[in-house]
C-alpha cells in the first residue's frame, strides 16, 4: 500500500505555521509556569515521523514496546508510547483501506484472518451483555489497536520477507537490553531469588509476562543466527542475532518463569517431530496416545503433585521440582484458584461470559475459602485468569474461548502446511521457527495470559501475520516463477 501523506510544498507551509504558532504560544506558556509545553516539539516530531514514514512506524512500536511504561490517571489506563502509537496506526491504517480499490481479498479470507475477526466479532457480541460495558469498551479498543495494525496492516508489510527480519531484530534488541539491565540489577542483589519475580520492573510488569516474551523470542533469534546467509548477506546482522540470542538465554534461565521453561521444552520436542518428517497420521495417533495417558493416569498424576512439597527456589533443580508442587506453592495455588473461580463463573454465564476485561472484577465472590491462598485477597483484586483459554471463556462465553482455539490451531495448520508446501527451504524453515516460537506462547497460554498487553500482544500478532504473510506470497511467488518458466519454455519450444 502507498503512504496517504507525501511530502510536498503545502506540507512544508504548514509545518512553518504550526513551529511559528507554537514560539508565540510558548511565551504565554512560559509565563504562567506550564512546564510540559516544552515536550510539544517532541511530540510533534514523532507525529511527523508516523505520518512522513507511516509503514516505517511498525518497526519503531517493535524498538520501543519492551521500554514501555504502564501509567493510569483516574478511571483510564494505558501503556505510553506504544498504545497511542498503535491507536494513530489503527485509524491512518483503516482510513487508507478505504481509499483501496484493489485490494488482494486473502488477506481477510485466508483461515486465520477468517478466525481472527470471528473472534473480535464475538467479543463485540457477547460484550453487549457485559456486567460493566465500559470496562469492555476499553478492551475491546484495545484489542482492535493491537490486531488492526500489527496483523492486518502487518500483512501487506510483511510481504517482503526482509521486514520480518527488521521487525524481529527490533523487538529482540530492546528487549536484550532490558534483559542487561535486568540482570545487573539482579547482580547487584547478589541473585537473591526474592527479587527474581520483580527484578524486571518497571519495564514487564512481572517475571511471568518477561519470560513469556523471551520465549517467543527465543526460537526464532536462534534461527536467524544459524541460518544460512541466503536470508540475508549482512555479518552485522549474525553479529546482531548472536547479541540478541545470548541476552534471550541469560533471560531464560534468570527470569525463572516455569512456564516459559516448560513451553520451551515443548515446542522444542514439537520441532523435533516436524523435522524427524513423521506422517500426519503418526502425529496425530502420538497426539491421541499421549492425551488417553494423561486422562487415564490422571488420578495418579494429580495425587503425586499434591505429595510434592518443593516451593519455588533460587536453586534450578528445587525450582524445576516446584513446578508440580499443588498443595504449598503460592503461585501454583493461586493460580488453580483462579481457574476454579473462571470455571465457576463459566458455569453461571456459559454462553455470552461477564464481559470482555470483566473477570478482575467479579472473580472474588466466586473464590471459596478451600482454595484461598497467602497471595489471594477477598476482593479478588490481583487481576487476571492466568490462562488464554480459561480467561475467553469466563469473559466472553464458549464461543470466546473455541475462537481463540481456532486462531491457535489455524495459525499451526498454516505453518507446518506452508513449511511442507515452500520450495524455497530458507522461507519455509523461517515460517516453522516462527510458528515454534508461536507454539511456545500457545503452552504458555495455559498458565498465563498476556495478550491484553502491549508487552506480548504486539510481537504475537505481528509473529502470527508474519505466518499468514509466508504462506499467502511465497507460494503465490513461485506459482508466478513456475508460469514464467512454463512460457520460456514453450517460447524456446
Same mark, same amino acid.
Given at each position: 500500500?502507498?503512504?496517504?501523506?507525501? =511530502?510536498?510544498?503545502?506540507? /512544508?507551509?504548514?509545518?512553518?505555521?504550526?513551529?511559528?504558532?507554537?514560539?508565540?504560544?510558548?511565551?504565554?506558556?512560559?509565563?504562567?509556569? &506550564?512546564?510540559?509545553?516544552?515536550?510539544?516539539?517532541?511530540?510533534?516530531?514523532?507525529?511527523?515521523?508516523?505520518?512522513?514514514?507511516?509503514?516505517?512506524?511498525? $518497526? +519503531?512500536?517493535?524498538?520501543?514496546?519492551? $521500554?514501555?511504561?504502564?501509567?493510569?490517571?483516574?478511571?483510564?489506563?494505558?501503556?505510553?508510547?506504544?498504545?497511542?502509537?498503535?491507536?494513530?496506526?489503527?485509524?491512518?491504517?483503516? $482510513?487508507?483501506?478505504?481509499?483501496? *480499490?484493489?485490494?488482494? !481479498?486473502?488477506?481477510?479470507?485466508?483461515?486465520?484472518?477468517?478466525?481472527?475477526?470471528?473472534?473480535?466479532?464475538?467479543?463485540?457480541?457477547?460484550?453487549?451483555?457485559?456486567?460493566?460495558?465500559?470496562? /469492555?469498551?476499553?478492551?475491546?479498543?484495545?484489542?482492535?489497536?493491537? +490486531?488492526?495494525?500489527?496483523?492486518?496492516?502487518?500483512?501487506?508489510?510483511?510481504?517482503?520477507?526482509?521486514?520480518?527480519?527488521? $521487525?524481529?531484530?527490533?523487538?529482540?534488541?530492546?528487549?536484550?537490553?532490558?534483559?542487561?539491565?535486568?540482570?545487573?540489577?539482579?547482580?547487584? !542483589?547478589?541473585?537473591? =531469588?526474592?527479587?527474581?519475580?520483580? &527484578?524486571?520492573?518497571?519495564?514487564?510488569?512481572? =517475571?511471568?509476562?518477561?519470560?513469556?516474551?523471551?520465549?517467543?523470542?527465543?526460537? &526464532?533469534?536462534?534461527?536467524?543466527?544459524?541460518?544460512?546467509?541466503?536470508?540475508?548477506? %549482512?555479518?552485522?546482522?549474525?553479529?546482531?542475532?548472536?547479541?540478541?540470542?545470548?541476552?534471550?538465554?541469560?533471560?531464560?534461565?534468570? #527470569?525463572?518463569?516455569?512456564?516459559?521453561?516448560?513451553?520451551?521444552?515443548?515446542?522444542?520436542?514439537?520441532?523435533?517431530?516436524?523435522?524427524?518428517?513423521?506422517?500426519?497420521?503418526?502425529?496425530?495417533?502420538?497426539?491421541?496416545?499421549?492425551?488417553?495417558?494423561?486422562?487415564? #493416569?490422571?488420578?495418579?498424576?494429580?495425587?503425586?503433585?499434591?505429595?510434592?512439597?518443593?516451593?519455588? /527456589?533460587?536453586?534450578?533443580?528445587?525450582?524445576?521440582?516446584?513446578?508440580?508442587?499443588? /498443595?504449598?506453592?503460592?503461585?501454583?495455588?493461586? @493460580?488453580? %484458584?483462579?481457574?476454579?473461580?473462571?470455571?465457576?463463573?463459566? *458455569?453461571?454465564?456459559?454462553?455470552?461470559?461477564?464481559?470482555?476485561?470483566?473477570?478482575?472484577?467479579?472473580?472474588? @465472590?466466586?473464590?471459596?475459602?478451600?482454595?484461598?491462598?497467602?497471595?489471594?485477597?477477598?476482593?479478588?483484586?490481583?487481576?487476571?485468569?492466568?490462562?488464554?483459554?480459561?480467561?475467553?471463556?469466563?469473559?466472553?462465553?464458549?464461543?470466546?474461548?473455541?475462537?481463540?482455539?481456532?486462531?491457535?490451531?489455524?495459525?499451526?495448520?498454516?505453518?507446518? @502446511?506452508?513449511?511442507?508446501?515452500?520450495?524455497? @527451504?530458507?522461507?519455509?524453515?523461517?515460517?516453522?521457527?516462527?510458528?515454534?516460537?508461536?507454539?511456545?506462547?500457545?503452552? =504458555?497460554?495455559?498458565?498465563?495470559?498476556?495478550?491484553?498487553?502491549?508487552?506480548?500482544?504486539?510481537?504475537?500478532?505481528?509473529?502470527? #501475520?508474519?505466518?499468514?504473510?509466508?504462506?499467502?506470497?511465497?507460494?503465490?511467488?513461485?506459482?508466478?516463477?513456475?508460469?514464467?518458466? %512454463?512460457?520460456?519454455?514453450?517460447?524456446?519450444?
Amino acid at each position: 500500500m502507498t503512504s496517504l501523506f507525501k =511530502h510536498n510544498t503545502i506540507t /512544508s507551509i504548514i509545518i512553518a505555521i504550526t513551529c511559528l504558532i507554537f514560539i508565540f504560544v510558548g511565551y504565554e506558556a512560559v509565563e504562567y509556569g &506550564i512546564d510540559w509545553y516544552a515536550f510539544i516539539p517532541l511530540l510533534a516530531l514523532a507525529l511527523m515521523f508516523m505520518v512522513m514514514q507511516f509503514h516505517y512506524t511498525l $518497526f +519503531v512500536v517493535a524498538l520501543l514496546t519492551p $521500554f514501555s511504561l504502564f501509567t493510569k490517571y483516574e478511571v483510564v489506563s494505558v501503556t505510553l508510547p506504544t498504545e497511542p502509537m498503535l491507536l494513530f496506526m489503527m485509524v491512518v491504517f483503516l $482510513f487508507e483501506l478505504s481509499l483501496q *480499490k484493489h485490494i488482494n !481479498k486473502k488477506i481477510f479470507t485466508n483461515l486465520v484472518s477468517v478466525c481472527v475477526i470471528a473472534s473480535l466479532v464475538w467479543i463485540i457480541i457477547s460484550s453487549c451483555f457485559s456486567t460493566d460495558l465500559f470496562v /469492555s469498551f476499553k478492551h475491546i479498543l484495545a484489542r482492535l489497536w493491537f +490486531v488492526i495494525p500489527c496483523y492486518f496492516m502487518a500483512l501487506f508489510i510483511f510481504k517482503d520477507s526482509k521486514k520480518i527480519l527488521w $521487525f524481529i531484530a527490533c523487538y529482540g534488541f530492546s528487549l536484550s537490553v532490558v534483559i542487561i539491565i535486568s540482570t545487573i540489577k539482579y547482580a547487584l !542483589k547478589g541473585f537473591d =531469588h526474592d527479587y527474581a519475580d520483580y &527484578i524486571m520492573m518497571p519495564f514487564y510488569s512481572d =517475571h511471568t509476562a518477561y519470560g513469556a516474551a523471551i520465549g517467543l523470542l527465543l526460537p &526464532i533469534s536462534l534461527y536467524y543466527l544459524f541460518s544460512k546467509k541466503t536470508l540475508y548477506n %549482512n555479518i552485522y546482522v549474525r553479529v546482531l542475532f548472536a547479541f540478541i540470542s545470548i541476552c534471550l538465554i541469560v533471560g531464560f534461565v534468570f #527470569s525463572y518463569a516455569r512456564a516459559t521453561w516448560i513451553s520451551i521444552v515443548l515446542a522444542g520436542g514439537i520441532l523435533l517431530l516436524i523435522k524427524l518428517k513423521l506422517k500426519k497420521r503418526t502425529l496425530i495417533s502420538l497426539g491421541i496416545l499421549g492425551a488417553l495417558l494423561i486422562v487415564l #493416569s490422571w488420578n495418579f498424576i494429580i495425587g503425586k503433585m499434591s505429595e510434592n512439597s518443593q516451593d519455588s /527456589s533460587g536453586n534450578i533443580s528445587e525450582h524445576i521440582q516446584s513446578m508440580s508442587n499443588i /498443595s504449598t506453592d503460592a503461585s501454583n495455588t493461586e @493460580r488453580l %484458584n483462579r481457574w476454579a473461580c473462571a470455571l465457576q463463573m463459566a *458455569k453461571e454465564r456459559p454462553l455470552v461470559g461477564w464481559g470482555f476485561g470483566t473477570y478482575q472484577f467479579e472473580y472474588g @465472590r466466586f473464590q471459596k475459602s478451600k482454595d484461598l491462598t497467602i497471595i489471594s485477597t477477598n476482593e479478588g483484586t490481583l487481576g487476571n485468569a492466568h490462562s488464554e483459554y480459561l480467561g475467553p471463556l469466563c469473559e466472553t462465553g464458549i464461543l470466546g474461548m473455541l475462537t481463540m482455539m481456532m486462531i491457535f490451531g489455524a495459525t499451526i495448520y498454516i505453518g507446518i @502446511r506452508a513449511y511442507y508446501r515452500i520450495k524455497d @527451504r530458507d522461507l519455509a524453515n523461517l515460517c516453522l521457527f516462527i510458528t515454534i516460537s508461536l507454539i511456545t506462547y500457545y503452552i =504458555h497460554g495455559i498458565m498465563n495470559n498476556f495478550l491484553d498487553t502491549d508487552k506480548l500482544a504486539i510481537p504475537f500478532w505481528a509473529m502470527t #501475520s508474519m505466518v499468514v504473510a509466508l504462506d499467502l506470497y511465497s507460494i503465490k511467488k513461485e506459482k508466478e516463477e513456475n508460469l514464467i518458466n %512454463n512460457i520460456q519454455k514453450e517460447e524456446n519450444i
